[in-house]
């Protein structure tokens, strides 16, 4: 069930090159890139950047290895408020540089030590159960059965926007794994509703579709459905259009 929205919606920050500054909750953000790209910085500055809780959607790497990768780019599960409204680097000194310049290790790890406001990673793993994988046992890791179960991914999306509150950023990767692991129509569709979810709870979402996996009329149709994109080109070069 999709609440409605009652308040005028929030402005978040947008750390990403040649983007506006902010963009209104409720909008969607496609990434295109190749299938080599490298996206994690993209995807990492979005999320802790303006941030009270984020989701991340992986139906293409486990939830271990996101956590691996949110600690190598600083994103701090827990920061003060202070830090979140003063800090873009995620190492919770407000100075705009990493305590680590190396990876940012041990930023995030002072941020996380910090009591006060937190700043809550939840990690939706598509893929662990599927192939039998270990599983985590962290009250912020959840699972679903399959990177096709797009009523399971719809649901604890739905439970993350609704259980948290202020700014809540979702990031979802990728939209063509969840093609190849069903078709193209199902990722349009999870995408659709997505985008309704984001509306209804005044988020934001990040959405990872590789460009040349998909023909020219299916990439028209995932760029319809959002507010704006954000395309990464193999030699990093990022063009937007919003």
């Keep these: 069930m999709v609440a409605p929205r009652s308040i ?8 990403i090159e040649g983007a506006p500054d902010t963009v209104p909750g409720g909008s969607a953000v496609l990434l295109l890139h190749p299938s080599t790209g490298e996206t994690d910085r993209i995807d990492t500055d979005f ?40 800090d873009d680097d995620g190492d919770g ?20 030590e910090r009591p006060g406001g937190a700043v809550e ?27 096709d179960d797009v009523e399971g991914i719809l649901a604890v999306t739905e439970e993350f926007l609704a259980t948290h509150e202020g700014k809540r950023r979702v990031s ?20 659709e509703r997505m985008v ?11 959405f990872h579709v590789s460009e040349e996996v ?6 028209r149709r995932f760029r319809a459905l ?6 990464l080109d193999e030699d990093g070069t990022i063009t937007v259009d919003f």
């Design 8 to 15: 005028a919606p929030m402005d978040y920050r947008l750390a």
């Design 47 to 86: 999320l802790k950047t303006d941030t009270d809780a984020f989701l991340v959607i992986s139906t293409r790497t486990t939830a271990r290895e996101v956590m691996q990768k949110l600690d190598h780019y600083g994103v701090a599960e827990r920061r003060t408020d202070a830090d979140r409204e003063g």
């Design 93 to 112: 000194d407000g100075d705009g540089t990493n305590a680590n310049d190396d990876d940012g290790r041990e930023g995030a790890s002072a941020a996380n």
């Design 121 to 147: 990673a939840v990690v939706l793993d598509a893929l662990s159960v599927d192939r039998g994988y270990s599983r985590r046992s962290a009250e912020n890791v959840r699972y679903v059965s399959a990177p």
């Design 172 to 191: 979802f990767d990728s939209l063509t794994e969840l093609a190849y692991y069903a078709d193209e129509e199902a990722a349009l569709d999870a995408l």
């Design 196 to 206: 309704r979810l984001l509306e209804a709870y005044d988020a934001v979402g990040l």
């Design 214 to 219: 998909h023909d020219a009329a299916t990439i």
């Design 226 to 231: 959002c507010d704006g994109v954000v395309d």
